[in-house]
């Protein structure tokens, strides 16, 4: 199923799962590329209150449900992904570590920044 990045609103604050159906955390935001407006990566927020943290997933196979969206990937492989504060922006080595940590292919975009991802 294709995600808008128009659909964004209504699907902040939804469940996000694993392929077992083990809840990560709730959709904080969604990282797109710049230069296509494709969602690349949803912000996620796991953990206690007092004690959260925000993490990257993919969104590559991703899957809208009624009340939830099912990620590709396990539930231990997105908590032990690289983590950030829930309003800090990205530094300049966050984004290629991110996409190492998922083994995905990264080059850095040809923008002014020099960098590919922007938050809705």
Do not use: C
Not at 6 to 24: C, E, F, M, S
């Amino acid at each position: 199923m294709t995600i808008l990045v128009q659909d964004l609103n209504q699907w902040k604050g939804a469940a996000v799962l694993d392929p077992a159906d083990d809840k990560i955390g709730t959709l904080a935001s969604v990282y797109v590329d710049s230069a296509t407006d494709e969602w690349l990566f949803a912000a996620v927020e796991t953990g206690l209150v007092g004690f959260k943290k925000t993490v990257l997933v993919p969104l590559d196979q991703a899957a809208v449900g009624r009340h939830d969206i099912r990620v590709a990937h396990t539930k231990d492989l997105v908590k032990a992904a690289p983590a950030f504060a829930t309003d800090e922006e990205l530094g300049p080595d966050d984004e290629p570590r991110i996409y190492a940590h998922y083994a995905m292919e990264y080059s850095p975009a040809q923008t002014p920044s020099g960098r590919r991802l922007a938050r809705r």
